[in-house]
């Protein structure tokens, strides 16, 4: 029997950390003790009133049936009261808050409600590879906007608008950014605002690391008049420690967000119920949780640039997000080079800049999910490698 994949699987490859996992896994096998400091996946627990909230909800034998495809109120009004608080934006609940199966899962259902052959789309180089792989499923055409340190990780959209924007139905932007950590500003997204409304363009912000080492939390929604152009992305994985749960949110005019949820309601039968109570719950976590978490993230941030100066590299100290971002030294070709280098002479995997695009091959991302510890074993390490040739 020879059944062939559609050739739309050809316009994408296996997920970079899909493939890097299964050879990390390999080298543990054969006895190589490797430190991943790669993908950023929390190794912090949820709140304990979260992690109650759960238990107790999925103890209740009717908490167990298929759920609205909108999430039940008390989530959207969860999500809405969180946007009001921390960032000062106004959302109806009813229509404007729709929660989602994780961010990511969100990323798709966009572009499957808006992308088709023939639309062309906006996305950012260096950025998050899946707003490039969901738009080529859909048969899109990607066009790079690419972004520079030079000019703060940041869009120059002046220059961009000098283009043939008239195909371009769906922009997506990213800040505070991954895997830069560069952070955007009022007054660029009021620009970005203009930009989208004199080309009739629809922004996608995704905005899930806006509470990680970042002391304005800023929305693009909180910007007057950016809700007539945009959508936003939203998720509680990295803020407050739950990846696995799976939970996200899309914001923004229900006008915008009708389509999106007419192609998610084909796609899964809602979210169980007891995750959406302790979303509810995770959602109060007061500002004196999100100030512990940081505390031990610039712990671990402080070990993450002492690694970087033992490696040449250069960085922000002002990033913010859950990884640190390093330029490399000019002796590597790329970040990839530098990257194999410290995994075959260390066993420490650090993420080459250029899964990213070709705008990041220059720099490599290091997570900051694991213990100072472990970080300190990565810096011994590299410095035994060091001692033992010129270079790593």
Not at 334 to 347: N, P, R
Not at 367 to 383: K, M, T, Y
Request: with cysteine; hydrophobic share 40%.
């Amino acid at each position: 029997m020879n059944v062939k994949p559609a050739s739309r699987m050809d316009l994408v490859q296996e997920y970079y950390f899909s493939t890097k996992l299964k050879q990390i896994a390999a080298m543990r096998a054969s006895g190589i003790d490797v430190l991943n400091l790669g993908i950023g996946s929390p190794d912090l627990p949820p709140s304990a009133e979260t992690i109650s909230a759960l238990s107790t909800a999925a103890e209740n034998p009717k908490n167990h049936a298929y759920q609205s495809y909108v999430g039940i109120p008390a989530l959207r009004e969860g999500f809405a009261k969180f946007y009001q608080n921390a960032y000062g934006v106004s959302l109806n609940p009813v229509d404007e808050v729709l929660p989602l199966i994780g961010s990511k899962e969100g990323v798709m259902h966009i572009s499957m409600a808006y992308l088709e052959v023939g639309d062309e789309v906006l996305v950012p180089n260096p950025g998050y590879p899946t707003y490039r792989a969901a738009s080529l499923l859909t048969g899109a055409t990607v066009v790079d906007y690419d972004l520079s340190e030079e000019n703060g990780w940041l869009p120059d959209l002046k220059k961009l608008a000098e283009k043939d924007l008239s195909k371009v139905k769906l922009m997506w932007v990213n800040y505070p950014h991954m895997p830069t950590g560069a952070k955007a500003n009022k007054a660029f997204f009021e620009e970005l605002r203009d930009f989208a409304l004199a080309n009739n363009i629809l922004i996608v912000n995704d905005n899930p690391y806006s509470f990680i080492l970042n002391d304005d939390p800023e929305s693009a929604l909180a910007v007057e008049g950016m809700k007539e152009v945009a959508l936003e992305l939203n998720s509680l994985s990295k803020s407050h420690n739950m990846a696995g749960w799976r939970l996200g949110v899309l914001v923004g005019k229900a006008e915008f967000i009708n389509p999106v949820l007419r192609f998610k309601s084909n796609m899964d039968s809602g979210m169980f119920l007891p995750l959406q109570m302790a979303a509810v719950k995770a959602l109060e976590n007061p500002s004196s949780w999100f100030d512990e978490l940081n505390a031990i993230y610039r712990e671990r941030q402080q070990k993450v640039f002492e690694m970087m100066d033992l490696l040449n590299c250069q960085y922000d100290k002002n990033q913010s997000g859950m990884f640190v971002w390093a330029k490399i030294p000019a002796n590597y070709q790329t970040g990839f080079e530098l990257s194999d280098a410290i995994l075959e002479k260390s066993g420490v995997f650090i993420t080459p800049g250029g899964i990213f695009g070709s705008a990041g091959d220059a720099y490599i991302r290091t997570s900051l999910c694991a213990e100072v510890s472990v970080f300190e074993q990565a810096i011994g390490r590299i410095v035994s490698s060091l001692a033992l040739s010129d270079e790593l």
